[in-house]
C-alpha cells in the first residue's frame, strides 16, 4: 500500500516510536504500559465513537473515529501485526470481491 495513505504513514510513526522514551511519546508510553492497556484505550475509544454516532455529532464521530484507529494501529503494532494483516483478511472474506465488482458496475 502506498505511503502516501495517512494511515500507512501513522503506522510508520507509531512502529518507530513503539521503542521510544515515555517521557516524550505517547505510543511509547501507551506500550510501556502493555497490551491490556491498549486494548482498554481501543475500547474506551470505540465507546466514545459509538456515543457521538448515537447523538448524531458528526465533528464529534470524525474525531472520535481518528482517536479509534489510531488507538487500533498501536494494538496491531503491539501485537507484531499491521493494516496489511487487516487488508489481506478483508479480501481473504468471502464476497468482498463481489461486492467490489458490484459497486464498480454503472447502474
Ligand atoms: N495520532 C495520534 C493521536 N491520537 C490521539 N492521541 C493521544 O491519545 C490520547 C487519548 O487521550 P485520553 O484522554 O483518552 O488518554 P490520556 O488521558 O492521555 O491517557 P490514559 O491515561 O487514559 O492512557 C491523548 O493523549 C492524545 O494525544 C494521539 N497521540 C499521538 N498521535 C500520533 O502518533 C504519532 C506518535 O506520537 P508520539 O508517540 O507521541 O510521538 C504522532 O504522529 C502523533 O501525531
Known amino acids: ?3 502516501t495513505d495517512p494511515l500507512d504513514q501513522l503506522q510508520a510513526v507509531i512502529r518507530t516510536r513503539l521503542g521510544g522514551d515515555p517521557a516524550t511519546s505517547y505510543v511509547a508510553k501507551l506500550h510501556s504500559r502493555g497490551r491490556a492497556k491498549i486494548a482498554q484505550k481501543v475500547g ?3 465507546v ?3 456515543i457521538a454516532a448515537i447523538a448524531d455529532d458528526r465533528e464529534g464521530l470524525v474525531s472520535e473515529s481518528a482517536d479509534l484507529l489510531f488507538h487500533l494501529l ?3 503494532a503491539d501485537a507484531g501485526l499491521s493494516l496489511d494483516d487487516v487488508r489481506a483478511e478483508l479480501h481473504r472474506r468471502e464476497g468482498l470481491s463481489g461486492i467490489a465488482e458490484k459497486a464498480a458496475r454503472p447502474r
Request: no cysteine; charged share 35%.
Open 44 to 46: 474506551e475509544e470505540a
Open 74 to 76: 498501536v494494538l496491531l
Open 1 to 3: 500500500m502506498a505511503d
Open 48 to 50: 466514545e465513537t459509538v
